[in-house]
Each structure stands twice: as structure tokens, then as C-alpha cells.
């Protein structure tokens, strides 16, 4: 458990580093389904006074701290309900801009190129609004609940899309382990700006072909990828 708090501590410092997240904003967590625990970031404490035994063990069954003296982010529960309905080892949450700015628009990061679909097979989807009774009672658990519906409606793998936009608030984002949780919330920044870039541009906004898409995230992801080194 000591190895997984180290690395949920180094993937919250991460997510600093790569500059999507100002004062307390975002966190990160990580899963051992095995022990049936997931580490995240404590609430309200600033980045820099971050350590890894202020890293709060909260149960996935129960969805209460077990380890730690400091209280859970405030999103916790969010992460609680994408671990129950997603096989995923990390989450990350950020209010990074563009893909904020989408969020609040209710527009989802449309998968206009090659660069999108090396990550995201298709596009970055957007949560319908939370009902007021989802928000007044249980906001955050509505949270990830609303997420989870989404890829169901929506029939979405969540490996193969794993990042979605919470209307009027802002990215998810999950991986195999925190580390590519993430490295996925980089990379829908990245794919953020050049879709909020490309709809002020004048000309097409034709969609890539579907076999465009399908060849450049199947060469990197999948039992028949042939991008990178072997082993």
C-alpha cells in the first residue's frame, strides 16, 4: 500500500507540473482492487505541503477514509463511482482551460485528426446537466454516476475513450495506474485547445474517416499494436 500512496503522491505532483492546475484545483487517485482501497489527494491542501502519507485510503465498498487523518477530496465520491463502473487502475479531475471551456459550453472534443485519434477513438463526450435534486442531494456521487451513464447511453468502451467533460464543470480522465490517468488529462488539454482553436478557423471542419481513426488509435493500442518498442 506504501508503493501505491507513492505513486498516487507523484502523479498528483505530475499534474502540477504539467501546468493544468493553479492553487488546490484537480486531483489524482489510485485503485488496488485486491485490497479493496484507492488513495487520493487530500481536501483543500496545497500541492506543495502534499506528502505521501497525507494520501487518504478510502474504501471502495464503503467509500469512507480507512487510512489518513485528512479529510478526502471533495470528489472522492466522484472517483468512487468510475472505479465501480470502470476498470481502471488511476482518475485524474483538473479544471484545465480548453477543455473546461468546452465543458461549460457543453461541447464535446470532437476527434478532428490523427493527434485525437493516437489516444481517444472517437470524440471526448460531454455529460447531459445534472437534474437540481442530482445536485442539491449527493452532487459528487451524481457526478460519477452521470459519467457512468453517459458511456453506457452512449455505448462507449471507456478504455477506448478514457476522458469525458462534465457539463458546466470540467474533465475526468483514467488510465491503467495514476500515472496515465495523468498523462490522458495532458493529452485532452492538448486535443482541447486545437478543437476550441479550430472552431474560430474559417473552411472545413470535415471529420476524419473512420478507418483514419480506428488505424491510428489500433497501431498504438490494442493486442495488434505495432507502435513502439516491444517489451
Known amino acids: 500500500m506504501k508503493a501505491l500512496r507513492e505513486r498516487v503522491y ?8 504539467s501546468g493544468l492546475v ?5 486531483n489524482v487517485s489510485g485503485v488496488d482492487r485486491n485490497a479493496g482501497i484507492f488513495y487520493i489527494k487530500p481536501s483543500g491542501v496545497p500541492y506543495p505541503e502534499l506528502s505521501p502519507e497525507n494520501m487518504v485510503g478510502v474504501s471502495l465498498e464503503t467509500g469512507e477514509p480507512v487510512e489518513g487523518d485528512l479529510r478526502p477530496s471533495s470528489d472522492t465520491p466522484t472517483h468512487l463511482e468510475l472505479y465501480r463502473a470502470f476498470p481502471c487502475g488511476g482518475i485524474a479531475h483538473t479544471h484545465s482551460r480548453a477543455a ?3 465543458a461549460q ?6 476527434c478532428l485528426g490523427t493527434t485525437h485519434a493516437d489516444y481517444f ?6 455529460t447531459r446537466n445534472l437534474r437540481p435534486e442530482e445536485i442539491q442531494a449527493d ?3 451524481n457526478t460519477g454516476l452521470v459519467i457512468a451513464e453517459t458511456f453506457q447511453e452512449k455505448e462507449i468502451p471507456p478504455g477506448e475513450i478514457p476522458a469525458v467533460l462534465v457539463a458546466n464543470h470540467g474533465p475526468f480522465t483514467w488510465g491503467t495506474d495514476p500515472a496515465e490517468a495523468v ?4 493529452i485532452l488539454e492538448f486535443v482541447a485547445r486545437m478543437d476550441v482553436d479550430l472552431r ?3 473552411g472545413s471542419q470535415e471529420r476524419p474517416s473512420r478507418t483514419l481513426v480506428d488505424k491510428h488509435f489500433l497501431r498504438k493500442h490494442g493486442s495488434d499494436a505495432y507502435y513502439g518498442q516491444r517489451g
Open 10 to 17: 507523484e502523479a498528483n505532483l505530475a499534474l502540477v507540473d
Open 22 to 26: 493553479l492553487d488546490t484545483f484537480g
Open 100 to 102: 473546461t471551456t468546452l
Open 105 to 110: 459550453a457543453r461541447l464535446p472534443v470532437r
Open 121 to 126: 477513438r472517437g470524440d471526448v463526450p460531454v
Open 139 to 141: 452532487y459528487e456521487r
Open 183 to 186: 498523462k490522458h488529462s495532458v
Open 200 to 202: 474560430s478557423l474559417p
